[in-house]
Structures are given as structure tokens and as C-alpha cells.
Nanobody, 122 residues
């Protein structure tokens, strides 16, 4: 079992920046692709950015040029640097990860964090 815990959310003015972090914990696992999603009130959960184990990244068009995803495999962490924030970026941001157990039968599962609120408002 893997637990994901996000941090770094909060209230920021338009044009400001925030850095979200997500730490994975558990025993005997290897993280695969990690991602950030977001869900605004009354809307579906949308993919924001993904990063593979070897740090290949994809970022949604809506945040391209403003958000950057990165990871630290030595600490089982993933980050989302958010710059030039807009009111429409307001949402709960969720960390997501694929993880494979290093113990037989070496199952892979997908995990979600509990989310962190980001509010962009003046």
C-alpha cells in the first residue's frame, strides 16, 4: 500500500506562484508515472501534468508555460511549480501515482492523495 500526501496549497493573488509537493510513503514499492490533477467546484477532475519515472513530462495546454512538474525519485516526491496563477486555476489539486510492489506478486496499483486546495483570488 502506498500513501500520497500533498502539501503547499493555499490562497494566492492572481499572478502569484505556489509550489505543490506530494510525498509517497509505504514499503517496498517503485513509483512509475506520477501526475497532478485538479478539480474545480462543480466540474470534473482534469489532468494537469504527468511525469514518467525517467522524468519525461506532459503538461495540459491550459497551464503550459506556467506550470512545471518535476520529481525526486530518491525521496519519492513529485512537485508542481505554478507560476502566473489565474483565478481559473482555483481548484483542489490531487497527486496521483502508479506504483509497483517490489514484493511478490509484484502488483501495480494506482493511488490518489487527499488533495490540497489552491485558491487564486485578490
Amino acid at each position: 500500500q502506498v500513501q500520497l500526501v500533498e502539501s503547499g496549497g493555499g490562497l494566492v493573488q492572481p499572478g502569484g506562484s505556489l509550489r505543490l509537493s506530494c510525498a509517497a510513503s509505504g514499503s517496498s514499492f517503485r513509483l512509475g508515472t506520477m501526475a497532478w490533477y485538479r478539480q474545480a467546484p462543480g466540474k470534473q477532475r482534469d489532468l494537469v501534468a504527468t511525469i514518467s519515472h525517467d522524468s519525461s513530462t506532459n503538461v495540459a495546454d491550459s497551464v503550459k508555460g506556467r506550470f512545471t512538474i518535476a520529481r525526486d525519485n530518491t525521496k519519492n516526491q513529485v512537485f508542481l511549480q505554478m507560476n502566473s496563477l489565474k483565478p481559473e486555476d482555483t481548484a483542489v489539486y490531487y497527486c496521483n501515482a502508479d506504483a509497483t510492489s517490489l514484493r511478490w506478486p509484484f502488483r501495480s496499483n494506482n493511488y490518489w492523495g487527499q488533495g490540497t486546495q489552491v485558491t487564486v483570488s485578490s
